[in-house]
């Protein structure tokens, strides 16, 4: 088994200073006792090193075993935690260490940033259509004002009259095609918020509640996912804030 240079020079170094005692012993500079001493101190400070390296060692391997900060976007690791976004590069870990939360295998969040990603452009391609039918909407509303605009000029000759005439409701285009699609679109969109809040609010009671119990991994569970349905929900933040200040998740 080969050395390192480290190893070698402090090989050397220890060679060099049994030499060294021994033609001190021979040469009467030294005695016994001394020398005996002498090497008791550098067997502590031997000790005082492999402990010291214990502890490097020891310290490496725990900030190993919590993982390292990501998102998950990298393919260079094992396991990922959606709770507290941390990546793990050994193997094995399928619960998170700093909070708790099942892990999920990079596989499985390459699938998932693959999916977000063809949502997020799907969320584009609506955005986009609602902006062609709206600027096609103010188009329909241009040419429907230009055909009913009143000529104020012809108030001046106005004469009134004792019939009084019924009033005439707006004339909205229902049966515009463009109309109807925007109509729904809103409809859907304003379902889908609605749903997302209750789930969030729902969420953010069950957090509380596990709060108050000191469940707080639990809680950091229930606040993330309640999180992932309404992401401007403000109280949601703070509540989790102060649940991972438990956890100690600075």
Same mark, same amino acid.
Request: net charge neutral; glycine share 4%.
């Given at each position: 088994?080969?050395?390192?240079?480290?190893?070698?020079?402090?090989?050397?170094?220890?060679?060099?200073?049994?030499?060294?005692?021994?033609?001190? !012993?021979?040469?009467?500079?030294?005695?016994?006792?001394?020398?005996?001493?002498?090497?008791?101190?550098?067997?502590?400070?031997?000790?005082?090193?492999?402990?010291?390296?214990?502890?490097?060692?020891?310290?490496?391997?725990?900030?190993?075993?919590?993982?390292? =900060?990501?998102?998950?976007?990298?393919?260079?690791?094992?396991?990922?935690?959606?709770?507290?976004?941390?990546? /793990?590069?050994?193997?094995?870990?399928?619960?998170?260490?700093?909070?708790?939360?099942?892990?999920?295998?990079?596989?499985? +969040?390459?699938?998932?940033?693959?999916?977000? !990603?063809?949502?997020?452009?799907?969320?584009?391609?609506?955005?986009?259509?609602? +902006?062609?039918?709206?600027?096609?909407?103010?188009?329909?509303?241009?040419?429907?004002?230009?055909?009913?605009?009143?000529? /104020?000029?012809?108030?001046?000759?106005?004469?009134?009259?004792?019939?009084?005439?019924?009033?005439?409701?707006?004339?909205? =285009?229902?049966?515009? =095609?463009?109309?109807?699609?925007?109509?729904?679109?809103?409809?859907?969109?304003?379902?889908?918020?609605?749903?997302? /809040?209750?789930?969030?609010?729902?969420?953010?009671?069950?957090?509380?509640?596990?709060?108050?119990?000191?469940?707080?991994?639990?809680?950091?569970?229930?606040?993330?996912?309640?999180?992932?349905?309404?992401?401007? /929900?403000?109280?949601?933040?703070?509540?989790?804030?102060?649940?991972? !200040?438990?956890?100690?998740?600075?």
């Amino acid at each position: 088994m080969g050395f390192s240079k480290d190893e070698a020079d402090d090989f050397l170094d220890k060679v060099d200073n049994v030499n060294q005692q021994i033609q001190d !012993l021979l040469s009467g500079k030294v005695d016994v006792m001394e020398l005996d001493k002498a090497e008791k101190e550098m067997q502590e400070k031997d000790r005082l090193k492999r402990v010291a390296s214990d502890i490097k060692e020891r310290d490496a391997k725990a900030k190993f075993m919590k993982g390292r =900060p990501g998102k998950g976007h990298r393919n260079d690791y094992k396991t990922f935690c959606r709770g507290c976004h941390t990546e /793990y590069i050994m193997d094995g870990v399928t619960v998170c260490n700093n909070c708790g939360m099942e892990t999920i295998t990079v596989e499985e +969040r390459m699938t998932e940033l693959r999916a977000k !990603l063809e949502e997020h452009k799907n969320q584009l391609g609506t955005k986009k259509t609602r +902006r062609a039918k709206w600027e096609n909407w103010k188009k329909t509303q241009e040419m429907f004002y230009k055909k009913t605009s009143t000529n /104020y000029n012809k108030w001046d000759m106005f004469e009134s009259s004792e019939e009084s005439e019924s009033e005439k409701e707006p004339i909205v =285009p229902k049966d515009d =095609p463009n109309f109807q699609a925007m109509e729904k679109d809103f409809e859907e969109r304003a379902a889908k918020r609605r749903a997302d /809040y209750k789930i969030a609010e729902d969420e953010k009671v069950k957090g509380n509640e596990c709060m108050k119990k000191g469940l707080y991994r639990t809680a950091n569970k229930h606040y993330t996912e309640g999180l992932e349905h309404k992401r401007d /929900y403000l109280q949601m933040y703070t509540n989790r804030a102060l649940c991972r !200040l438990k956890l100690e998740l600075w």
